[in-house]
């Protein structure tokens, strides 16, 4: 409600501390906070009625559009990155080297598919393994070869293929590490001073430079939003009129980049909670878990764009005009990429075909 629903008619208790302004789109209207993003409306779109999540303080929703009890016996639900990487491939080979498929700055998971296609993760450890330390490219590929003859001595006893897997795996992770394309995308100093300060402190401008190597999915969180009360960490508003100016700042920042490189079109930003906030403020100034409503933010990707759907009842407790599922979202998401949630399956542990939603009902407004 503090970002993309206000309702300023709504009593006082209900409406908080924030007003509506008007974007670049006739009738649409955003939070104050973020004028730099009313400013690039036509390149958006909002839902207002998202319904069907629940009452989780995970990322799996966000990720997956399941809930983290979906399949948790067996791994869960596998997010978007896994997914392009089971179907399309766990890395690719583009003209400058060979790139992952997926990227997660924190969140993510594979699911029941397994770590072969998780997301690589530029976390510590992760950025060292992109650098060759006390190793030459000589004296690498003499190991390479050493592995590869020793391989050789088992595969006549390799009845399932196990040692071609690993032989492939291994050549792709080398692959990644003599380019060196990755660790560059990642080092965002090598982009111009102006450009970095237009970003701000975010990790916006690292996924347009890995999408721009021929990474397919990256994911990230951005702060912490969690404001039940009035303490030091989470005293409501103070977390959004901290967030929000940042967000203000970087996000529509990164939809301008895009659109000047002409990659808008076929690049979908997508931005999400994990559930709404209690429409009512509390008794100690905040808002609660509320997932029975929440705001859907969409941008690019060839979507039509400029535009609200749905609406939510006059004091945001529930979506009241078009309501529509996290499902629904992610099977349009899904479609947009070109997988057809129809008729594709992915194989759970059991060896059952699961399909990537449940609720395979596009939303018309967007495509």
Not at 103 to 119: E, H, I, M, N, W
Not at 127 to 132: K, S, T
Not at 309 to 326: F, M, S
């Amino acid at each position: 409600m503090d970002t993309f629903d206000l309702k300023p008619e709504a009593p006082v208790v209900y409406r908080g501390e924030f007003r509506p302004i008007a974007t670049i789109v006739p009738g649409v209207e955003i939070c104050e906070l973020m004028p730099e993003l009313a400013g690039v409306a036509d390149n958006y779109s909002i839902i207002r009625s998202t319904r069907g999540m629940n009452n989780e303080h995970t990322t799996n929703q966000g990720d997956s559009g399941w809930s983290v009890n979906a399949m948790r016996a067996m791994g869960g639900r596998p997010g978007v990155g896994a997914v392009m990487a089971k179907l399309w491939g766990p890395a690719q080979q583009t003209s400058r080297g060979m790139a992952p498929t997926a990227v997660d700055f924190g969140g993510s998971r594979p699911g029941f598919l397994g770590q072969t296609y998780a997301p690589y993760r530029p976390d510590t450890t992760g950025r060292q393994n992109l650098v060759l330390k006390n190793v030459t490219l000589d004296r690498l590929d003499n190991r390479r070869n050493l592995l590869t003859g020793l391989d050789r001595l088992k595969k006549g006893s390799d009845r399932r293929g196990m040692f071609d897997a690993v032989d492939s795996y291994t050549g792709r992770a080398l692959d990644l590490v003599v380019s060196g394309r990755i660790a560059k995308a990642l080092d965002t100093n090598l982009e111009d001073p102006r450009t970095r300060e237009r970003y701000g402190d975010s990790n916006l401008l690292a996924a347009r430079r890995l999408i721009e190597e021929g990474v397919r999915c990256v994911s990230m969180t951005w702060g912490g939003w969690d404001t039940h009360g009035f303490d030091d960490t989470r005293m409501y508003p103070i977390v959004e009129a901290y967030h929000l100016p940042g967000t203000d700042q970087t996000l529509p920042t990164l939809l301008e980049d895009l659109e000047q490189r002409g990659m808008l079109d076929e690049t979908l930003v997508v931005w999400m909670g994990e559930f709404g906030r209690t429409p009512k403020i509390n008794k100690i100034k905040g808002r609660d878990h509320w997932p029975a409503a929440t705001s859907f933010f969409i941008a690019g990707g060839g979507f039509k764009h400029g535009q609200v759907i749905g609406a939510t009842t006059p004091k945001g407790e529930r979506p009241k005009d078009n309501p529509v599922t996290l499902q629904q979202i992610f099977h349009t998401l899904y479609h947009q990429l070109g997988i057809d949630c129809n008729t594709t399956t992915l194989m759970d542990a059991n060896g059952r075909p699961q399909y990537l939603v449940d609720d395979r009902t596009l939303i018309k407004e967007l495509v």
